[in-house]
């Protein structure tokens, strides 16, 4: 229900002029995040603006900013409710109401509102259509054959929104940075290519990203229901963020059983729509400007590059009773009536023999002629 009410605050909010040049994150809160932090003339104004309208309980207010002092407090209690269970929230905020007693009996007015009941806390912070925790800037989760994945387009934008400082391999002024992963081959190909599809290439930034992806294990007592499969991707970045939070993010996250196959197929899709320049809020430099990026580097180990190219044991059921080693799909190019017959006889007679056919992919691997047809 919240996010329904998000979905119409967006169409309320773009109908303003000023907004309109954020409607491309299609996100109510991060819209509404990324322009006060682009109006404002003082510094974090995009959440001193979350704070103010969870005060008043009202998400139109965009012309208003809590004060920095109002906007660390609330911001703190935002992390620590987070890491509390009910019943310590509760707690923590009978402590407060007995902290804002102490202090009116000697002050008579206190200048910051503070949630005294965990109802009023869960309403400023936490589950309110107003409050801090929901209207922070945040990424749709796609479900994807039962694997939560990010849309890397979306988390570039936010990315960029943020101010988080990524190593260009161009910058938006065309001047070229060769540092580090910058001035491998691989990269000065994923310029020249992406910058071929741009129609000012002189002013478009161009980031380059990798992808990892592979399973752990996250048990031994219980391998199989605790596999986990997961995917990152890094923004090329300079020396002394080699350690930074903010370059690598994780974009996929699901069952070390479930097949990967099309969550490793929407991750390059969306890579692959990244090559076209977009026009994107930088709040590094407070402007706006067009970037695309590509992709320099998929990290993969041996089994995660064969369950990717679909070779050996992790091609598939249909693959392996067809006895081949690359991906065949069933859909398209199934085995013929005589083939498939023949495939269950050779199942119950416990016998390995292959069968020509010029129908189908029941033909026998050895014969050139038919395997260079």
Not at 30 to 52: C, D, M, P, T
Not at 139 to 168: F, Q, R
Not at 217 to 240: A, N, P, R, V
Request: aromatic share 8%; with cysteine; charged share 20%.
């Amino acid at each position: 229900m919240l996010s329904g009410h998000l979905d119409n605050d967006l169409s309320l909010i773009l109908s303003m002029s000023k907004l309109a040049h954020f409607s491309y994150l299609q996100n109510a809160a991060s819209i509404k995040y990324f322009f006060q932090e682009y109006v404002s003339n003082e510094k974090h104004g995009g959440k001193r603006g979350i704070v103010a309208r969870a005060i008043s309980r009202s998400n139109n207010s965009l012309d208003k900013y809590a004060s920095m002092e109002q906007t660390q407090i609330i911001f703190e209690m935002v992390e620590l409710l987070l890491h509390l269970t009910r019943k310590k929230q509760k707690r923590t905020m009978c402590l407060i109401e007995r902290l804002l007693k102490e202090i009116s009996s000697q002050k008579n007015e206190v200048n910051t509102r503070i949630p005294t009941d965990i109802s009023e806390a869960q309403a400023m912070c936490l589950d309110g259509r107003h409050s801090v925790f929901l209207n922070l800037p945040g990424n749709k989760v796609h479900n994807i054959n039962d694997h939560a994945v990010l849309s890397i387009s979306n988390v570039v934008d936010h990315i960029i929104g943020l101010g988080v400082p990524v190593e260009w391999l161009q910058d938006a002024s065309g001047k070229r940075n060769c540092n580090g992963i910058n001035g491998s081959n691989r990269a000065e190909e994923v310029l020249n290519s992406v910058l071929l599809s741009c129609k000012n290439p002189s002013k478009t930034a161009v980031g380059g990203l990798i992808v990892w992806t592979d399973g752990f294990q996250g048990s031994k007592s219980h391998e199989k229901d605790s596999d986990l499969w997961t995917g990152t991707i890094t923004f090329c970045m300079s020396e002394e963020n080699q350690t930074s939070k903010y370059h690598t993010l994780i974009i996929a996250i699901g069952s070390g059983q479930s097949a990967h196959k099309d969550v490793v197929d929407f991750i390059l899709s969306d890579i692959q729509s990244l090559w076209t320049p977009k026009q994107r809020y930088c709040g590094a430099t407070k402007t706006f400007q067009f970037s695309c990026f590509d992709l320099i580097a998929y990290i993969a180990d041996r089994p995660e590059q064969d369950s990717i190219t679909n070779n050996l044991s992790t091609a598939g059921n249909f693959p392996k009773q067809s006895k081949h080693a690359a991906f065949i799909g069933a859909k398209h190019m199934p085995s013929c009536n005589m083939c498939f017959q023949h495939s269950v006889n050779c199942c119950i007679n416990d016998i390995s023999q292959f069968r020509n056919c010029n129908h189908c992919i029941g033909w026998d691997f050895y014969n050139i002629q038919k395997t260079t047809t």
